[in-house]
Each structure stands twice: as structure tokens, then as C-alpha cells.
């Protein structure tokens, strides 16, 4: 029987008309541009002024569908990474899927921060490799605005809003997804939590005046992690490929620290034409950064390009996704 793989077959990004700058913290918190850039290589984030993340991943799902002509009543399942959902409950992909008329799908979210959208896209791929799924949407999108503490100079600057969506259909070709390494440390968790709003501190007045809904990150310590994990899972995943760096036509890293991607880059002797850096205009978009690198080198790709998607987050939580680019824009 001819296997099936999960292909890629559509990107669409989006990302909130509001830009913030460096120049713009620097008037609300004790930063400077120059210690931002140096330190991390963003120079601009974009926020969400009205709106939820819904509204992002249902606006890059609907203009995603728009561009391939499908109809939502064709999708058959929504998978949603994000740490911002609308709600607690119900998810944030069942709302998408209300507000795109994916009415036929069943949908659900999958929390792993930053790490989101490669659990996502892994879970996704599995149901169309049983031959039953036939079109899978799978989103990252975070509004970490909504959770950011911009009192927090060390944590504030280095978050943005913003997502983006991808369609998964059926491959025979050997194109797609093709492998993937994922991990999970849960006693990661006391670097890198919103510590409220769960069941372990439900809402009070107390978490508020403590500001305990806001991320809590210790960077120094979830950098150290990041840096080692990120490198060797996109590493592994080259050599469990038998992949050289000449075969690794592009990586996709989690977009959180430049430090962070030219490490793993290193790491996997890739020169730095091949890696997709966006860092600079969106920050971090937890969920979001994978689909947003996508959806802005698009044009670029081309069919049977070997791909390495890497990312690390809260919980902790990594890994890396190895895929073969299915089509030229
Ligand atoms: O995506 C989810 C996973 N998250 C990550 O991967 C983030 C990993 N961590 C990082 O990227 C970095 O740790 C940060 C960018 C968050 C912070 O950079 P750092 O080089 O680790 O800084 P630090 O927290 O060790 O602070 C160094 C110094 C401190 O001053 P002193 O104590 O040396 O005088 C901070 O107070 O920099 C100071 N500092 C700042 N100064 C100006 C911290 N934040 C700022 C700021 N502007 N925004």
C-alpha cells in the first residue's frame, strides 16, 4: 500500500496592524533599544489592540482558504496551539472553526507554549497518515500582550502578538511530513509559568495585587535550556534522517532569542542563508512563530526542499519536525 504523508499544502500568517518599538518601551520601562537589539535582535513587535486570539487565527485560516478556494465546510478537523486561549474553556480552535464556518470539523487546542505549533502539526499529521482525514487546519497563534507583564522589562520586551495557520492534506509522494522529535520536562515549569488563573491558584484579589497572571520567567535559566535542548533535538533529527548540512535546505527556528537560533544553526553547521530569521519586526509569538516564518518565506520555498522546524518553551517543552516542502508558490 502507497503511505501517506502529511503535506503542507497552504501557509497564511497574520499578524496585528499595531507596531510596537523598542523606542516605544523605552518610554514605559527602564530599557533602551540598544540593550533589546544586542541582547535579542528584536527591534519591533506587533499588538492586539481589540480582539482575542480567535480573531488572528480566524482571519489567517480565513484568508488561507480563500487563496486555495476551499471551502470550510471541506475541513475536517482544527488543531490550535496556544497558551492565550479566548477562553479556558471552550477552545480557541473551536471558536475559529464558529467564526471561519469550519462547521463540518471537529476541533480542539493543544497548550505546549512555545512548542505549540510543532505538537500541533505532529498531531495533525498523524490523522491524515491514517488515510481517513483528508483536510487538517492546523494554527499557532498567542496573544502574549494579554498575559505580559509590561511593568517586567526583562520579560516584556521580548513578546509579540500574532499567528498563523497551515493545511495539511494527503501526500503520496513521499512529500510532508516526514519525521518528528518531541520532549517534554514538566520541572521546567518553576522557570518559565503564568502562575494564576488555574486551578492551582484560581483568581483572586490576592493573585491580581500579585500580579500572578502575568508570565513569571527567570531567562537566564530557561536560556541555558534552550539553547542546549534546541540544538540537540535539530541536530537528532539530522541524524536519525541521515540528513548533512548540505541536504538541510532550511531551518525554521522558534523565533524567542537570536542567541538562541544562531546557536542551534551552529550546532547544525547551517549557514545563515538558510535560517529563517523574522525575529526583528515580531518578537516572540509563542505559538506563532513557526507558521509566521512559513507564511513569510512562502515564496521562497520549493517543492522537495528538506525543512527542519525546532522550537523550545514552557514546560518544558521541544522539539524538532523534519518535513519535505510540497509544492512552489
Ligand atoms: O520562548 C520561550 C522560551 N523563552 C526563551 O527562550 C527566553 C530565553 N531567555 C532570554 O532570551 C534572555 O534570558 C532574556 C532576553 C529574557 C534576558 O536576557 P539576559 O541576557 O539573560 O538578561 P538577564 O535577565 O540575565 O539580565 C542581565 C542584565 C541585568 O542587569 P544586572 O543585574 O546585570 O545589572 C538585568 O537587570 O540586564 C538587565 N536587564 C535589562 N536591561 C535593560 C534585563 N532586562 C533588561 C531590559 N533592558 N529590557
Not at 510596537?20 to 523605552?26: G, I, K, P, R
Not at 480563500?66 to 471551502?71: L, Q, V
Not at 512562502?298 to 521541544?318: P, R, V, Y
Request: aromatic share 8%; net charge negative; charged share 20%.
Amino acid at each position: 500500500m502507497t503511505k501517506i504523508t502529511a503535506a503542507i499544502t497552504g501557509v497564511q500568517g497574520y499578524v496585528p496592524e499595531k507596531v510596537m518599538t523598542n523606542f516605544d518601551l523605552e518610554k514605559i520601562i527602564d530599557t533602551t533599544d540598544e540593550w533589546i537589539t544586542t541582547r535579542t535582535g528584536i527591534k519591533e513587535r506587533h499588538i492586539l489592540e481589540n480582539g482575542a486570539t480567535s480573531d488572528m487565527g480566524a482571519a489567517a485560516v480565513q484568508q488561507l482558504l480563500e487563496k486555495k478556494g476551499i471551502d470550510p465546510m471541506e475541513i475536517d478537523l482544527v488543531i490550535c496551539g496556544t497558551v492565550t486561549p479566548d477562553h479556558p474553556f471552550p477552545s480557541t480552535a473551536n471558536i475559529i472553526s464558529d467564526k471561519t464556518g469550519m462547521k463540518n470539523a471537529w476541533s480542539f487546542d493543544v497548550n505546549a507554549a512555545c512548542s505549540g505549533f510543532l505538537y500541533a502539526l505532529t498531531t495533525g499529521s498523524q490523522f491524515i497518515e491514517t488515510g481517513k482525514y483528508k483536510k487538517v487546519i492546523v494554527i499557532g497563534a498567542d496573544k502574549m500582550s494579554s498575559i505580559i507583564d509590561y511593568e517586567d522589562r526583562a520579560t516584556c520586551v521580548i513578546f509579540g502578538d500574532g499567528g498563523g495557520a497551515v493545511l495539511l492534506e494527503p501526500n503520496i509522494e513521499g512529500l510532508g511530513v516526514i519525521d518528528s522529535i518531541l520532549h517534554s520536562d514538566g520541572s521546567g515549569r518553576k522557570y518559565l509559568v503564568q502562575p494564576a488563573g488555574g486551578s492551582l491558584n484560581p483568581p483572586t484579589h490576592e493573585t491580581v495585587e500579585k500580579r500572578m497572571h502575568y508570565v513569571h520567567q527567570e531567562g537566564q535559566a530557561v536560556f541555558k535550556f534552550a539553547v542546549t535542548n534546541m540544538a540537540d533535538v535539530s541536530a537528532a533529527i539530522m541524524e536519525k534522517n541521515n540528513l548533512s548540512s548540505d541536504d538541510v535546505n532550511w531551518l525554521v527556528p522558534h523565533q524567542a532569542n537570536l542567541r538562541i537560533i544562531d546557536a542551534t544553526a551552529n550546532r547544525m553547521g547551517l549557514s545563515k542563508e538558510k535560517v529563517m530569521i523574522n525575529i526583528q519586526k515580531y518578537g516572540n509569538t509563542t505559538a506563532g512563530t513557526l507558521p509566521l516564518c512559513l507564511w513569510d518565506w512562502e515564496k521562497q520555498l520549493k517543492k522537495g526542499d528538506n525543512i527542519i522546524l525546532s522550537a523550545f518553551g514552557g514546560g518544558f517543552t521541544w522539539g524538532a519536525i523534519y518535513l519535505k516542502w510540497a509544492y512552489n508558490s
